[in-house]
């Protein structure tokens, strides 16, 4: 598996195509559930063409379900906490360790800061709910990285759980996003790493500014 933190993610390039987020919540089609709320709306804008090719996966969905978006955008200060508190977690689980696997242990579950795709409104954190908007199991709670069942391929989640990962797979796959392994919940386009996964020349959206 090839983390974020890999030395080709790093060095695949970026160039900024300057395409603004947009802000999810005004598009009638998404659904966008409120738990990581903050005064900016941050959470909720995602580039324009992640936008469009989210709208496009979900009508790949079979008709029973919804996505249900979770976090978008993540501004730089807010990523750098996040990894360094993942950083400091490892310290507690490994004290041994060096800080270069330190961060190689972090970078598991949340993104160095420099090649960071929530930073660059390409990330999308989603999960299923009916087309009532009750969400939907899928074998672990979403940000809930301390069991096996977060990995995307876990297959001791229950049948329910599996075919509907397999179902949002397909749908996010085949409308040009890909999927971080570690995290069934995070899908990504135009980042370096799906740059690196899809094998184009280079990201389109580098760390963004939300004004
Ligand atoms: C922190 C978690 N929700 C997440 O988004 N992880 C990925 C790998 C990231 O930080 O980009
Ligand atoms: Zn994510």
Redesign the pocket.
């Known amino acids: 598996m090839v983390l ?1 933190s890999d030395s080709r993610i790093v060095a695949t390039p970026s160039i900024e195509c300057g395409e603004p987020l947009v802000d999810l919540r005004e598009i009638s089609a998404l659904r966008v559930d409120g738990r990581y709320a903050a005064p900016q709306g941050d959470y909720a804008h995602l580039r324009a063409g992640v936008v469009d090719r989210l709208v496009l996966a979900q009508t790949l969905l079979p008709s029973e379900y919804k996505f249900l978006v979770i ?1 978008g955008y993540r501004p730089m200060a807010l ?1 750098t906490h ?1 990894f360094e508190q993942c950083v400091e977690r490892m310290r507690l689980q490994s004290p041994d360790a060096e800080e270069a696997e330190l961060r190689r242990l972090a970078s598991r ?3 160095p800061p420099e090649v ?3 930073v660059a409104g390409a ?1 999308v ?1 989603l999960t299923l709910s009916t087309v009532d908007g009750v969400e939907l199991w899928m074998g672990s709670k979403v ?1 809930d990285t301390d069991t096996p069942a977060c990995f995307t391929a876990a297959h001791d989640i229950g049948a329910d759980a599996r075919l509907r990962r397999d179902l949002m797979g397909q749908a996010l796959n085949g409308a040009g996003l890909v999927n ?1 392994p570690t ?1 069934w919940w ?1 899908w990504s386009y135009g980042d370096r790493y799906w740059a690196y996964s899809t094998g184009a020349a280079a990201a389109r959206y580098g760390p963004f500014i939300h004004q």
Do not use: G, K, R
Request: aromatic share 12%; net charge negative; glycine share 0%.
């Open positions: 974020l976090e990523q996040i579950f949340v993104s960071a795709p929530h990330a954190d940000n971080y995290e995070h």
